[in-house]
């Protein structure tokens, strides 16, 4: 983290002082490559199953939402300026990460351990979407269960770090709280997005053409 650190201090120097869009954009194309490969590493998911997917409900969720964020809520003149533009896509790349890989682990350890009921769902008439939406639900409940309580107890626990850091800045509390507020909003959006992009996409690959569930992590080395 400390090394990690360092090194973004010197780019986001040179990043700032270019303030290209295009230079911007690929930087946010890195993050992406970046964030799928530590996707694969923590859900031991084959690369086939999860790369295309997560990159594409990564790709989507922080375009849009980041781009409405700094073009419509914030109205700045140059919506790529590196100022906004690297800090904001970073913040919500980092909460979809943590949320897919969470959701993932949860939705593919549920269908492995609980094959025989979504096999009773399947025979009993429901569509493949029908039986795996309990499991898709158990795996939203379990991402986003800290988020929802580090939000039902903010500013009376705990002070968020985008607060804090708009206060160090000399940005009044009532600024400060509103950008905090924005950025709740905007990570939990492209959070939830991201992840059922994702889980659609990657489900797709899952299956057979009988809705059986395919070997879809990688085999460890004993």
Do not use: H
Request: with cysteine; proline share 3%; aromatic share 12%.
């Amino acid at each position: 983290m400390i090394i990690q650190l360092f090194f973004i201090g010197i780019y986001l120097k040179y990043l700032f002082l270019w303030n290209n869009p295009w230079i911007n954009f690929l930087w946010v194309i890195i993050m992406i490559f970046v964030a799928g490969q530590t996707a694969l590493v923590r859900t031991q998911l084959k690369r086939s199953i999860l790369l295309i997917p997560i990159s594409i409900g990564f790709l989507c969720s922080v375009v849009v939402v980041g781009l409405y964020f700094i073009g419509v809520v914030l109205q700045l003149d140059n919506i790529f300026s590196a100022q906004y533009f690297i800090p904001i896509f970073g913040i919500l790349m980092g909460n979809m990460l943590s949320s897919n890989v969470i959701a993932l682990n949860t939705y593919y350890s549920g269908l492995k351990r609980e094959q025989q009921l979504y096999r009773y769902l399947l025979g009993n008439g429901a569509t493949r979407q029908e039986a795996q939406a309990p499991f898709i639900k158990q795996a939203i409940i379990k991402s986003f269960s800290p988020l929802i309580a580090n939000i039902a107890v903010m500013g009376l626990v705990a002070l968020p770090g985008t607060m804090i850091g708009q206060i160090l800045g000399g940005s009044s509390p009532n600024v400060a709280i509103k950008y905090q507020m924005m950025i709740m909003v905007i990570t939990f959006t492209a959070s939830m997005l991201s992840l059922m992009i994702t889980i659609s996409l990657a489900s797709r690959r899952s299956f057979d053409a009988y809705g059986k569930l395919l070997e879809v992590t990688k085999e460890t080395k004993k």
